[in-house]
């Protein structure tokens, strides 16, 4: 039996024509047509599977994407009710309707910071939940929780796995950065190293200001965040990859996009399905570009160094900087221009990252309270005089660590810090249980904020840590770098910022330098410290307030 091929050529052009924008067109005609002038001269099962091609067709291209979203989504779903079914005894801030949950989660990005705020008024000293997007985070308040989760081992509250769930490492940076942590060697060996590169630490920064702030009689206005991230870089990347590639504004803008493209990144692997995820990443934050100009630019450096281990090279004879240290801890495929490149750019973030944005917060505090500026500028001459650039003198500006570390705790980087996730059903010391699977954080910027720690936290006293200071063995308590329970910007516990010693010296010479060669205000004169905006977990500075900056004449 045959069918009038006019008839079944406008069927197929029928079917087919809804189509025609998302395909090529031409070929799916001109194969409708052939199909329809073969038709006559075929048996019947033959003329079947030809018409139902271009369906088929079809179904590859659109419906099977489609049902693998579907998939997705339900196994979503089914696993968030799973969840929701074994964290109901856990109070909740927000919805308490696994219907709702789902909005929820989404409206949550602009009220984080006040639900945790509520859910530490009303729970403190126990647990709660709230929803956010990627899952429920449940937080845990008080310093007797805060050690517990100190105290617990890996396999029971994992910092890795947390860390996983948060970066989605596997889709930016890379597994082997996380699970593979050589790198951790080397961070001691940037502590240890600090008095032989504090010389060129500072030489950087010098370098950088006069690059990102002309030293003039004339006010200058000068872009908060855009110049933190400029010194910050410069000054970080000068003890990682050395001169003169940590002065090239290509490595340095790498480097910063780099920073700018992590958390989107982690964002899109985190909603996305994984298959999705890599066409996602590199059409809205391309980290593998990144990494890929990384390696092309560090690749002369890192094989000139590879080269020199392999020949025999001490370490001692080595340049002292990032590379050679991650280099003499490197083996087998560590040892490749890849690798190393993906763990110095890691490596950079942590310390970019929070050290630019502290910056903003100590320079804007500076301008709001501009009582601070000469007894500061009076310690800084009085220990450099004394001790000079060096280790020992910095750390002996105890005020301007006092003052940073102030300016710190009322605005930091983040409304929750030291999460973990349960590998295992996880009991507190007061009874509380979380499931396995869950996440737990602390809710760090409130404690910071909390009269129970701090007197008065809503007012600003620079001096605070240091009115507390007290020696013993003739070292100071209170510091910046020091952790505690109650102090939780570096983290806490064996998993603390193993960079925050070098962090914090870099940031001690940078804000002295410019106390020292700098006056600075605000453009509007008398005008308070601006506010801050709170997005999910992030804390986003102004950085449309600018400040006004000239050589020093005061």
């Not at 029971?156 to 596997?170: K, Q, R, V, Y």
């Not at 190293?193 to 370098?207: P, T």
């Not at 030293?215 to 990682?240: D, Q, Y």
Request: proline share 5%; net charge negative; with cysteine.
């Amino acid at each position: 039996m045959s069918y009038p091929t006019p008839s079944l050529h406008g069927l197929v052009t029928t079917v087919i024509q809804p189509f025609q924008p998302f395909l090529n067109s031409s070929n799916i005609m001109l194969h409708a047509a052939s199909t329809a002038d073969s038709l006559r001269s075929q048996p019947f099962l033959q003329q079947a599977l030809q018409l139902l091609q271009p369906f088929l067709t079809l179904s590859l291209l659109f419906y099977i994407p489609l049902a693998y979203c579907g998939i997705y989504l339900v196994n979503m779903v089914i696993a968030e009710l799973i969840m929701y079914y074994r964290l109901r005894t856990i109070p909740t801030v927000g919805t308490a309707n696994f219907f709702t949950y789902f909005i929820d989660t989404w409206t949550s990005i602009w009220n984080t910071r006040d639900m945790v705020a509520e859910g530490y008024q009303k729970y403190y000293g126990g647990v709660y939940k709230f929803p956010q997007i990627g899952g429920w985070m449940i937080m845990a308040s008080g310093t007797d929780m805060v050690d517990d989760i100190r105290r617990a081992p890996d396999d029971e509250l994992s910092f890795n796995e947390a860390l996983e769930d948060i970066f989605h490492t596997g889709g930016t940076i890379g597994d082997h950065v996380v699970h593979d942590a050589y790198h951790l060697n080397s961070l001691i060996s940037l502590t240890r190293n600090i008095e032989a590169y504090i010389g060129d630490l500072r030489d950087e920064i010098v370098s950088s200001y006069n690059t990102n702030i002309p030293l003039t009689k004339e006010w200058t206005k000068v872009n908060v965040t855009n110049v933190g991230r400029s010194l910050i870089t410069r000054a970080t990347s000068r003890i990682f990859v050395g001169l003169p590639i940590c002065q090239d504004p290509e490595y340095e803008a790498n480097c910063i996009n780099f920073i700018l493209e992590v958390v989107p990144a982690a964002v899109i692997l985190q909603l996305s399905p994984r298959l999705l995820a890599p066409v996602l990443i590199k059409m809205f934050a391309n980290i593998p570009k990144r990494v890929r100009d990384g390696v092309k630019m560090l690749r002369p450096i890192i094989e000139e160094r590879l080269a020199q281990a392999d020949a025999g090279l001490d370490k001692e004879e080595m340049p002292n900087d990032m590379i050679s240290w991650l280099i003499a801890d490197a083996k087998g495929p560590q040892r490749t221009v890849e690798d190393l490149t993906s763990r110095i750019l890691f490596l950079g973030f942590g310390s970019i990252h929070s050290t630019s944005g502290a910056f903003g917060s100590a320079l804007y505090h500076l301008c709001a309270y501009p009582e601070y500026i000469g007894p500061l500028r009076q310690e800084i001459e009085d220990v450099i005089e004394q001790e000079g650039w060096t280790k020992i003198g910095i750390s002996k500006m105890y005020k301007l660590d006092s003052f940073l570390k102030e300016a710190s705790r009322m605005v930091g980087q983040s409304t929750y810090h030291v999460t973990r996730k349960a590998l295992k059903d996880f009991t507190f010391s007061n009874g509380l249980v979380i499931p396995a699977g869950a996440s737990v954080s602390v809710a760090t910027h409130h404690m910071h904020n909390d009269e129970r720690f701090y007197p008065e936290p809503e007012v600003f006293k620079g001096f605070r840590f240091y009115d507390m200071m007290t020696f013993k063995d003739g070292k100071p308590s209170h510091q910046m770098l020091t952790t505690s329970a109650d102090y939780l910007s570096f983290g806490y516990g064996r998993h603390a910022c193993p960079g925050r010693f070098f962090a914090v010296n870099m940031f001690k010479i940078v804000m002295a330098h410019l106390l020292l060669n700098y006056d600075i205000r605000f453009e509007e004169e008398g005008r308070a410290h601006p506010p801050v905006t709170a997005i999910g977990n992030a804390i986003f500075r102004y950085s449309d307030v600018p400040v006004m900056a000239r050589a020093r004449q005061t």
